[in-house]
């Protein structure tokens, strides 16, 4: 197993933050007007195998499919992004056979928690590295957790600075032009959400909440998490929400299209979880997997749904990085409906 490089994404995950009431909903316009007014409790993870990177031939493709899986999964709000192995993969080699080159998984880790990372707080963080070489050819996501420097807004992501400590808490690094006191006192270089103060109230600490806040109180999105898994089973055992995936989503081309018929629905879910495949599908990974319970032809079984999100397609095959921005299109009108009141649901 290659040595992975995920850092904690956010040290704060781990702070028995109180839900505090909102001090400040002020933004700036345009981008927090187009966030969501209300609270988003439900989330999205997305699944998808790391051989997908094993068939881009240079450093600057490998990077390119990378950045645009962290565009489309910006852009439809997902929460999680799980990169999990496969058994045929691992037994061509991955990346061609060589051992120079790191293993597709890691590297597509790596650079999706570099794209995430706000800009002013990457150069602390992520130490220089190989991988990382061609990262300044992608587009930003320009995300919510990405703000200007001159940008007033709820919410910022932090690094706890090595500025001396206050009395009663710490200063962190947020991409404003001097370092902010916060409420908590906290080694430096931890990452941290931090609910910022009412412009108001002169010298108030910001206060560090945990990260899913800033969605659950204004409906923000916040960036996503990544997490690496050994095998497609390890998706859903290793599942970091209470009470697992409730609802979880194949795609193939052997899926149904219920989907388009009208009046179709998702049942209402706290989180989904949707699997794509790499080049010849998820048929093959689970059938090449010696432990899975089922065979290939019974993938279907696995999951509570197996959609075909792009029936009709005019090439004989679609790659993930493509199937992933169609898919994601497909289920984003599914998935909020699936969450409105009943009476909005009607509407």
Excluded at 227 to 238: G, S, Y
Aim: with cysteine; glycine share 8%; proline share 8%.
């Amino acid at each position: 197993m290659p040595p992975t490089p995920l850092k904690k994404r956010r040290l704060s995950e781990r702070l028995d933050a109180q839900e505090p009431t909102l001090a400040s909903q002020d933004a700036s316009e345009g981008r927090t007007a187009a966030a969501a007014s209300e609270g988003r409790t439900w989330t999205v993870s997305l699944a998808l195998p790391g051989s997908i990177i094993d068939n881009a031939q240079t450093q600057e493709l490998r990077s390119s499919l990378v950045g645009q899986i962290a565009r489309a999964c910006t852009i439809f709000c997902v929460d999680e992004i799980v990169i999990f192995s496969s058994e045929d993969a691992a037994r061509q080699g991955g990346a061609g056979g060589s051992s120079r080159t790191t293993d597709g998984s890691v590297f597509m880790a790596r650079l999706l928690q570099y794209l995430e990372c706000p800009q002013y707080l990457r150069k602390s963080i992520f130490p220089m590295h190989p991988d990382l070489r061609c990262v300044g050819l992608l587009a930003p996501l320009d995300a919510f957790n990405h703000p200007r420097y001159n940008e007033q807004c709820p919410y910022r992501e932090g690094l706890i600075s090595d500025k001396p400590p206050r009395a009663q808490g710490s200063y962190a690094v947020v991409g404003l032009q001097k370092d902010i006191p916060v409420d908590r006192t906290l080694p430096a270089g931890t990452r941290v959400t931090v609910r910022m103060s009412d412009a108001a109230a002169k010298n108030a600490p910001g206060a560090i909440v945990p990260p899913r806040e800033p969605r659950e109180k204004l409906g923000l999105h916040w960036g996503y998490s990544v997490r690496m898994a050994k095998d497609l089973p390890a998706v859903w055992a290793e599942c970091p929400f209470s009470g697992g995936y409730d609802l979880s989503v194949g795609t193939s081309d052997k899926g149904d299209t219920r989907w388009s018929e009208p009046g179709y629905g998702l049942p209402a879910f706290k989180h989904m979880l949707v699997v794509f495949g790499g080049v010849e599908g998820l048929e093959p990974v689970v059938e090449a997997h010696p432990d899975m319970a089922v065979h290939g032809i019974d993938t279907p079984a696995l999951f509570d749904m197996y959609l075909n999100l792009c029936p009709g397609q005019g090439s004989r095959t679609i790659r993930t990085e493509e199937a992933v921005l169609v898919g994601l299109t497909v289920l984003q009108p599914h998935t909020r409906r699936a969450n409105q009141p009943k009476g909005e649901q009607a509407r």
